[in-house]
């Protein structure tokens, strides 16, 4: 276990669940429990057993499926009802029954809330705080508090919110944390407030803030440097509405910016692949621009940027990519000037020290193609071709098209097939395949494979993984140009290659072509 002197508490399967569009099944949530613990988290929220049966099944099963190294689970739920025993409330057994060693109470510290939502006194909300915390903390159980509210209910009131803080912690709490529940607050008031709460009540004192305002992780390091020593947050920023703060965000600020220590040793190294393993099982694609964990975090794409790089990578990088388990990338588009293409050579293995004639013409190269619509920041495989070529270290090419006839028939009974014939030269042979597919492109694919086959028969490894088509608008204005990006993979690695052309089979064939020949001669598969 890590030094409890501060906490890192994830609540993506409880509160992150409540994103739009996340829907977890136990095995998911088993899932993700077992991420967050190789992580080094130090405490997991589970969700409402009682309250929601998939969540006390998760902790059901976890009692004999989740070995947790680092984190503890924590059961999450409501304070006893009001006007009754809380030896009597259902809810509350619940959380007992669950047999987490940890439990998050939530509580109401808004007196608005109490009176209108809860409609029962404030007396009364202070006594089911304090029984509620006295009866688990009876049984064994660790408390923190969740104070709902409680920024928006201490600008109304700045004294009620203190007093249920003080109520828990007579009743044996450990951590009262202080909720930006409607995420309405900024930094500069957040630290205001934190300070105060701290120097009232001099108890431990944890936050939770929403992103409504887009400052969930500001506000979170603002607490922190305010004196909070518990930190609430959700995988990504998943959860209701905009989403909660961001746990990855969140540790990156703490460890890198604040010096502190809060991950086991080696473990933040992990935190894309982690990232993106819970994205995954979220089935939401993530975020290219998300901090520190997004693949363009790292990314630069002005030739200014490249410039600098080239001299120094930290003149424009905030840290090494390689602290958060990250990489660097160098984005060649119509902005590239010369140190752009020779750092992007580099990260591609293709040498071009000493060879400026080369990078002339690649950066007038890459010029004039993205002006007519070409776009390599995201193909990459294309580009390498490119530089290849330039070089002369492309080799000869290992086909040559001579034509391709592609045909669309709808049948009488409904059924669209296309058929598509390639003629092509490979190894001094001519070759003329045809084959059939669901769409134009698919049987354009096919066909071009079953002619190489003959040849290199390593590529009947090849897969279509993904196909883009994107229209652009003409910039002579006489009509549309289509891009095309296609992602090849081997079942090893995957590659992308583009093609434009105002036909989107003339543009899907350049893709083609660009995708096989980079997997013939440069290893791909």
């Not at 709902?148 to 007093?163: I, L, Q, T």
């Not at 959860?239 to 080696?266: I, Q, S, W």
């Amino acid at each position: 276990m890590l030094d409890d002197s501060f906490h890192v508490y994830d609540t993506t399967l409880r509160d992150g669940a409540q994103a739009e569009g996340i829907s977890y099944s136990v095995s998911d949530k088993l899932a993700v429990a077992r991420l967050l613990d190789e992580l080094g988290v130090g405490f997991i929220e589970g969700g409402w057993p009682g309250a929601m049966p998939k969540d006390t099944e998760f902790f059901a099963r976890a009692r004999t499926e989740l070995d947790l190294r680092h984190a503890q689970l924590v059961a999450f739920g409501a304070t006893r009802k009001a006007g009754i025993a809380v030896e009597q409330d259902a809810q509350v057994r619940a959380l007992l029954d669950s047999q987490a060693p940890v439990v998050c109470l939530v509580a109401k510290s808004d007196v608005r809330h109490v009176t209108e939502a809860l409609r029962t006194t404030l007396e009364e909300n202070l006594a089911m705080v304090a029984d509620t915390v006295r009866f688990l903390a009876g049984e064994g159980r660790r408390i923190f508090l969740d104070c709902e509210h409680f920024f928006d209910g201490y600008a109304a009131d700045p004294d009620y919110g203190v007093r249920v803080l003080e109520a828990a912690f007579a009743a044996g709490a450990d951590v009262g944390v202080l909720c930006d529940t409607n995420g309405g607050m900024l930094p500069l008031g957040m630290h205001e407030v934190v300070s105060q709460v701290s120097r009232r009540t001099g108890v431990r004192l944890g936050i939770h803030c929403q992103n409504d305002t887009g400052c969930a992780v500001a506000n979170t390091l603002a607490a922190v440097q305010a004196g909070v020593t518990h930190v609430q947050c959700t995988a990504n920023g998943y959860g209701e509405r905009v989403g909660n703060a961001d746990l990855f965000a969140v540790l990156g600020g703490l460890v890198t910016k604040l010096d502190r220590d809060v991950l086991p040793a080696g473990r933040l190294t992990e935190m894309v692949r982690v990232s993106h393993a819970i994205a995954e099982i979220a089935n939401i694609a993530p975020d290219t621009r998300q901090a520190y964990v997004g693949a363009s975090a790292f990314a630069h794409k002005a030739g200014l940027h490249a410039s600098a790089i080239k001299v120094r990578p930290e003149l424009y990088n905030h840290l090494d990519p390689a602290v958060v388990g990250n990489d660097m990338r160098i984005l060649v588009t119509e902005m590239a000037g010369r140190a752009s293409v020779e750092l992007k050579g580099r990260e591609l293995g293709v040498d071009l020290a000493g060879r400026p004639d080369v990078v002339g013409r690649v950066v007038s190269r890459v010029k004039e193609l993205e002006a007519a619509g070409w776009s390599f920041e995201a193909a990459d495989a294309s580009f390498e071709l490119m530089l290849r070529d330039e070089l002369g270290s492309g080799g000869e090419r290992p086909f040559r098209l001579e034509s391709y006839r592609v045909l669309v028939e709808r049948r009488p009974d409904g059924e669209v097939v296309s058929e598509a014939t390639v003629k092509l030269h490979a190894k001094d042979e001519r070759i003329i395949a045809t084959a059939e597919g669901n769409g134009p492109v698919n049987a354009l694919d096919r066909a071009l494979r079953q002619a190489l086959e003959q040849m290199y028969p390593e590529l009947a490894m090849l897969q279509l993984v993904d196909y883009k088509v994107r229209i652009l608008a003409s910039s002579h204005g006489t009509g549309a140009v289509t891009r095309v990006l296609i992602d090849t993979g081997n079942g090893r690695r995957e590659w992308t290659t583009v093609g434009v052309h105002a036909n989107v089979v003339e543009a899907s064939w350049l893709a083609l072509d660009d995708a096989v020949r980079y997997g013939l001669l440069s290893g791909g598969l």
